[in-house]
């Protein structure tokens, strides 16, 4: 037997993903007084990071007491939590149809995709140890830790060579390697010429350190280029594929796009926050991309409600 929709438990918002995003737009709509459900895998894209930071009051803290403390000042609000990921979401007669991992299936007003990005991390023995702690990708997160060291840049074409040249702001130290022929166009070697950055063709081996702790970048002919710190270009992917599958528009560069005021996306009553949105892919933006969703969200409840 078919079910209704209106047998379905319902809330006025799902949220999908329980980083700073999510959780921040739990907590303004919590004190909307809505009834909020939060969705959470807890595939946090900074899960190998010790610390975070440039977050204003939290410089420096855990990325999983920020989330601790975020989750202990919901609860007043009533806001619910669920550690399960969402596998399916349609958009009903007059309701979304959210699917739980394991068949659970729930209905909400508005819906908002906090589900981030993943990065895909180059092939390199020796980082998967070393990456939060030496081997880095955001030079606003962890540049100033890294900073008058001798930094690696890893990275190709244009990006390799933008990344090598931004990361002069930290440190007059760069090398970049590009893991093969870098085939520089004429402007990028002189750029790098100009400030002074080396650059290594030769395939990279391995990277060498202790503790997590990069001491030398190894290459294919044996020979090594001591560094302290690894910058590398990773590849982002959306976390989830729940945008595609309402049909919301999403670019590479772009990611999950808006186009509304409030976060709201291609379809109504979609909205996205957070690093998934790919604007500024930091966590303080990601809690105020949040907070604004939360906001968009609220007023479409209230012009439905209070007309
Ligand atoms: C190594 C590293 C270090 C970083 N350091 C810093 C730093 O120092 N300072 C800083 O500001 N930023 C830092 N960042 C960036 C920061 O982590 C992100 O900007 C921030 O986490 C984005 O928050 P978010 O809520 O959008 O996504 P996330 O924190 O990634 O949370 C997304 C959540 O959605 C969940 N999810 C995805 N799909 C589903 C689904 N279908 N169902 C249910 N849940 C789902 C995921 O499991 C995850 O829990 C760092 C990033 C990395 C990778």
Redesign the pocket.
């Known amino acids: 037997m078919s079910t209704r929709e209106e047998d379905i438990p319902g809330y006025d918002a799902i949220i999908?993903?329980?980083?700073?995003?999510?959780?921040s737009a739990a907590l303004i709509l919590g004190r909307c007084r809505r009834r909020v459900l939060v969705?959470?895998?807890?595939?946090?894209?900074?899960?190998?990071?010790r610390?975070?930071?440039?977050?204003l009051s939290r410089d420096g803290i855990a990325?999983s007491e920020l989330r601790r403390i975020a989750r202990e000042q919901l609860a007043p609000y009533g806001v619910e939590i669920r550690e399960?990921?969402?596998?399916d979401v349609r958009r009903g007669a007059r309701r979304f149809e959210v699917t739980l991992e394991g068949g659970e299936r729930l209905r909400c007003r508005k819906l908002l995709l906090?589900?981030?990005?993943v990065?895909r991390l180059p092939e390199l023995p020796g980082l998967p140890a070393m990456?939060?702690k030496s081997v880095?990708?955001?030079p606003?997160?962890?540049g100033w830790e890294a900073r008058d060291q001798a930094i690696g840049v890893y990275g190709q074409g244009g990006t390799g060579v933008s990344l090598a040249v931004n990361m002069k702001t930290w440190s007059d130290d760069v090398v970049l390697f590009t893991d093969g022929p870098a085939s520089l166009s004429r402007s990028d070697a002189d750029r790098l010429a100009r400030h002074r950055i080396g650059v290594r063709e030769e395939r990279v081996a391995r990277l060498e350190g202790r503790d997590g702790m990069l001491e030398r970048v190894v290459l294919e002919d044996g020979s090594a280029v001591e560094r302290r710190s690894l910058f590398v270009k990773?590849k982002q992917e959306q976390?989830?594929d729940?945008a595609e599958r309402l049909r919301c528009t999403v670019t590479e560069e772009r990611g999950v796009e808006t186009v509304a005021e409030h976060e709201e996306t291609t379809r109504e009553g979609v909205f996205v926050?957070?690093?998934?949105s790919k604007e500024v892919?930091?966590?303080?933006?990601?809690?105020a991309?949040?907070a604004a969703a939360a906001f968009g969200i609220n007023c479409a409840l209230q012009e439905e409600e209070l007309a």
């Open positions: 999908v993903g329980g980083g700073p995003a999510g959780l969705c959470d895998s807890g595939q946090y894209r900074n899960h190998a990071a610390e975070m930071h440039g977050f990325p399960s990921a969402v596998t906090a589900t981030g990005l990065d990456y939060g880095h990708h955001c606003y997160c962890d990773a976390g989830a729940l926050a957070g690093d998934a892919l930091l966590a303080i933006v990601a809690a991309e949040g």
